[in-house]
């Protein structure tokens, strides 16, 4: 099991661009960036050496894999899935709107019950939001499905309605720059 911490999904893209960049031109981190490259299996049994020789081979796919392996998954396909999950609802330009943060759901919904709005979570966390902070991640427009999950992400009450909002706030995550 992993203990991922909250991360955006273009800061691990980041990560993996500057890990290959790192190999390929800066003679200072190209051994130490080679050989978090050999531990992926396309590169069992090279060497630093010889990755660092062979850099022009190094895809960034390669340095996906090695970013989700150092994060203890599998594949850079089930890092990309979990992080969008539990980070699909954040977005660093709306936090303002957020009336309420909490690191536990009881206490969240305690608020969420007194003075309403929309209860959101994002990894660990849950947050309490407005409308304003609804529309800027662009799920205002689904009116009906929010309040078919009685406003609350964390324990939806309609699970269809809740799937719709799910792909569509993926949808949205993905398409932000």
């Known amino acids: 099991m992993n203990n991922l911490k909250p991360i955006r999904l273009s800061?691990?893209?980041?990560?993996?661009?500057?890990?290959?960049?790192?190999?390929?031109?800066?003679?200072?981190?190209?051994s130490k960036s080679a050989k978090r490259f050999l531990q992926i299996s396309c590169f069992s049994g090279k060497t630093e050496d010889w990755l660092i020789e062979h850099y022009d081979i190094v895809q960034l796919k390669h340095a996906y894999n090695v970013i989700a392996l150092e994060?203890?998954?599998?594949?850079?396909?089930?890092?990309?899935?979990?992080?969008?999950?539990?980070?699909?609802?954040?977005?660093?330009?709306?936090?303002?709107?957020?009336?309420?943060?909490?690191?536990?759901?009881?206490?969240?919904?305690?608020y969420f019950r007194q003075h309403g709005g929309y209860l959101l979570s994002f990894w660990?966390?849950?947050v309490v939001c407005g409308k304003e902070y609804i529309s800027c991640i662009r799920l205002s427009q689904y009116d009906d499905h929010w309040k078919s999950i009685g406003y609350n992400w964390a324990k939806p009450n309609d699970k269809k309605a809740f799937q719709l909002l799910n792909e569509k706030a993926k949808n949205n995550y993905l398409s932000q720059k």
């Open 124 to 126: 660990k966390d849950f």
């Open 71 to 110: 994060n203890r998954f599998n594949t850079w396909a089930d890092l990309k899935k979990t992080v969008i999950e539990n980070d699909c609802l954040y977005k660093s330009g709306c936090v303002g709107f957020i009336h309420a943060w909490f690191n536990d759901y009881q206490k969240a919904e305690i």
């Open 11 to 30: 800061d691990l893209k980041t990560q993996a661009a500057f890990l290959i960049k790192d190999l390929k031109n800066n003679p200072d981190l190209s």
